[in-house]
């Protein structure tokens, strides 16, 4: 089973510097975000980026969503964006909206899932963005749990679909979100919502007109 770490003020320092050290070392770690349990690895690397498609039981032909701290570093993740990019993240990031946009070429085509095309988000969870600064690099943000199994919304429903897999699940508590994250796809000709979720069409409607 998993070694579960809970994290709060006094011990974060540790927890994060501990998932880290996992991570570049090419590990998967569980972490809460603000949606649901994700998995995080090093989506430059190929061996930690294939222990998530194990982990899952996922296909390969299905992309690997990134998390990213800021603006900034999404930015850097993808080439020639659609300025709908731009303002589509200033206004709902952090939070629970992915944006589908042409990936740039230091992203390895496995997490593309061969598209060429990467899913990017801000979460709005303080642990999560963190994690993902202490790491110094973005992070893989898929779902903690199996295949066509349940979101996991807490760090003991993790070890229980998932628990001989990761070395580690760091235990921020219950997360609060009820729905997966809204995907969104963004090009040059519009946009499309992949999957439904909190923001809603009638939200993007309201704001992209």
């Given amino acids: 089973m998993s070694e579960i770490v809970k994290v709060d003020e006094k011990r974060l320092e540790f927890a994060l510097a501990y998932a880290v050290r996992l991570i570049l070392s090419g590990q998967v770690v569980a972490f809460p975000t603000d949606t649901f349990y994700g998995l995080g690895a090093d989506p430059f690397n190929l061996a930690a980026v294939s222990k998530i498609f194990s982990i899952k039981r996922r296909s390969y032909d299905r992309p690997l969503p990134l998390l990213v701290s800021s603006l900034d570093q999404a930015a850097d993740l993808t080439i020639d964006p659609p300025s709908l990019f731009f303002k589509l993240a200033e206004k709902f990031w952090p939070g ?40 110094g690099r973005p992070l893989t943000g898929t779902s903690a749990n199996l295949t066509e199994h349940p979101a996991c919304s807490a760090a003991e429903e993790v070890d229980m679909q998932i628990g001989d897999a990761v070395p580690l699940i760091l235990d921020g508590g219950t997360t609060p979100g009820e729905l997966a994250s809204t995907i969104i796809e963004v090009d040059d000709d519009g946009w499309q919502i992949r999957r439904r979720g909190p923001v809603t069409e009638a939200d993007l409607k309201e704001f992209i007109g």
């Fill in 96 to 135: 629970p909206l992915t944006i589908i946009v042409p990936a740039s070429r230091q992203i390895p085509l496995k997490v593309t899932g061969n598209t060429g095309r990467v899913a990017l988000r801000l979460p709005k969870a303080p642990l999560a963005v963190a994690l993902i600064e202490a790491a």
